[in-house]
């Protein structure tokens, strides 16, 4: 097995530079209100019922690439315990592209990569994709900042990459994109996308997340349908011959057999976000009997909140944890705690810091379960998680020469295009290992950079084959917890949130934190839900029936 992949592969939690506030954003409905930027803000909201834009998304025509080992059912992705060989080829013949240059913003997170005329990586892949692609990386984590920044300013690039769950937080989106970026719609919609076939292999959910206004706007980067779970210590559990858990109950009495603070090793992190999706609450509202229930007024809300409150209680969370600080994936991996939330991403990363030190280090995912032993309830991604824009105002050729950029980029798993954009040329920039599977070498750690990833999409999969058993631990649970996937009244319906209501969000949060850490009673709770009612929460609830109504649903 190889010790170590490349450079890791992106994720939601990378997107937003830590794994707090990518679980945030995937268990409250994609609401992140403490990264909310500062300035003038909306006070309403807008929808599309993108079940109702069919005629305005690309026909999809799959891409017969190579079998995964593991195929994913019920919308799980592929899984890939062994590097493809031979690779297929996705687009045949030579570049499609006539020499433009282009310039492409992305968020980037680590060092920038020498620029054009020092890249040989660069070199590579635009003259593979017959055009120039010039990149102005932005730190990924402070990315919120400069977007709005230039949204501001209407001074956008060529090629403009935003992730979706900035797109709430960007005041007056819906209308900056009609005006800065280009319909796409006469390019590719219905059997127009078919001098693109990379771009129409794409999910016709996630294209339908492109459509703003009623215009195909964006080209999607299709998401994973969950986001996050429950990791453990398989290695540490397989030497102390722990149980796994299949209920609440059996959850906390294992805590109480881990948890032995004199050898300094706690159960838990703080994985209140996924027990909401063990006690069965909605990720954000739930409709029925003709009313929409908000997610911290369900009975099943007050369940986690008093379960977690009974963790704390017990002394089985890491200390430093609880008083809000402390680095959980650090403590994960250093078996300080052995159960933790975090997103998938984070198990890879893991993977890459400890098994060169440690080749006997395993992490896993525990199964999906319900706290009373039934199914969970499991909050689903949004089809999309981030989205492509060119700018407006180019010619009609340089428009669908960048299409043809990102059609190339489109490229996935197991293709040559995908091997070369992402890795380089074998024996310059990466070697393929004992494994099958691309390494780079010095000069593609200087070089190669997760640009051209970043400015398209391609179906998601797993397939970090460099590591078979977690390939297939992975793609095993996402066949099995696939089915769980809770019911959403708004499946299928872009919302463009009113700030107000994004803006609530944090400060509620923070006092049922507050609760399950002790600081407050658990009679509280009530106190929060009418607060929360009365700051917003009841005008949030009437514009989100109204969509409901609009759509047909209500």
Request: charged fraction near 25%.
């Amino acid at each position: 097995m190889s010790p170590r992949p490349p450079f890791p592969a992106p994720s939601r939690r990378r997107f937003l530079g830590l794994a707090g506030a990518s679980t945030a954003a995937a268990l409250s409905g994609g609401l992140l209100a403490g990264c909310a930027p500062d300035g003038p803000r909306p006070g309403t909201g807008s929808a599309a019922g993108v079940d109702r834009l069919d005629a305005l998304i690309p026909d999809h025509i799959p891409f017969a690439g190579p079998a995964p080992d593991i195929p994913g059912v019920d919308g799980a992705p592929d899984g890939f315990t062994a590097y493809p060989d031979p690779l297929a080829r996705a687009l045949d013949g030579g570049s499609r592209g006539s020499g433009g240059h282009y310039r492409a913003m992305t968020p980037l997170w680590g060092p920038i990569p020498p620029g054009l005329g020092s890249n040989s990586h660069y070199a590579l892949v635009n003259e593979r994709m017959g055009a120039t692609v010039e990149f102005n990386f932005q730190d990924g984590n402070t990315i919120i900042d400069k977007m709005n920044a230039v949204i501001a300013a209407r001074d956008v690039a060529d090629i403009t990459m935003v992730p979706d769950w900035l797109i709430n937080l960007i005041p007056q989106f819906g209308r900056a994109v009609g005006e800065l970026f280009e319909d796409l719609t006469p390019y590719l919609a219905g059997n127009a996308v078919e001098p693109y076939p990379m771009l129409a292999n794409l999910s016709s959910d996630a294209w339908k997340w492109g459509v703003f206004n009623e215009r195909l706007q964006g080209i999607p980067l299709p998401a994973q349908p969950f986001s996050q779970w429950l990791f453990y210590r398989r290695d540490l559990f397989e030497q102390h011959d722990w149980p796994l858990p299949s209920t609440a109950e059996e959850l906390f009495e294992l805590g109480q057999e881990i948890n032995d603070p004199d050898n300094n090793r706690w159960a838990f992190g703080d994985f209140s976000l996924v027990a909401r999706q063990l006690f069965g609450a909605p990720r954000e509202w739930r409709y029925e009997n003709g009313e929409l229930v908000h997610q911290f007024e369900t009975p099943e809300f007050r369940a986690t909140v008093e379960f977690m409150r009974r963790v704390f209680d017990a002394g089985l969370v890491h200390p430093d944890l609880v008083g809000g600080g402390g680095n959980s994936k650090e403590l994960l991996k250093s078996g300080r705690t052995v159960i933790d939330q975090d997103g998938f991403g984070g198990w890879t990363e893991a993977y890459q810091d400890v098994l060169p030190e440690n080749p006997d280090y395993r992490m896993d995912l525990l199964p999906a379960f319900g706290h009373d032993g039934g199914a969970p309830v499991l909050h689903r991604n949004d089809p999309s998680e981030h989205t492509v824009f060119i700018r407006k105002g180019l010619e009609p050729e340089q428009i669908e020469e960048i299409l043809s950029v990102c059609d190339y980029c489109a490229a996935p798993f197991g293709t040559e295009e995908y091997v070369t954009y992402r890795y380089g040329a074998e024996g310059e920039h990466f070697e393929f290992d004992g494994d099958g599977a691309p390494q780079l070498t010095e000069l593609g750690q200087r070089e190669v950079s997760n640009g051209y990833l970043f400015i398209s999409g391609r179906p998601p999969a797993i397939t970090e084959s460099q590591y078979p058993d977690y390939v297939e631990s992975f793609t095993t649970w996402y066949n099995d917890a696939a089915q769980y996937a809770g019911p959403n009244p708004f499946e299928g319906i872009r919302i463009q949130r009113p700030t107000d209501y994004a803006g609530l969000e944090t400060p509620t949060t923070d006092k049922v934190n507050d609760v399950i850490r002790g600081r407050r009673d658990v009679g509280a709770l009530d106190t929060i839900v009418r607060e929360w009612r009365r700051d917003g929460g009841d005008a949030a609830r009437e514009f989100y029936l109204q969509v409901l109504q609009d759509n047909g649903r209500a």
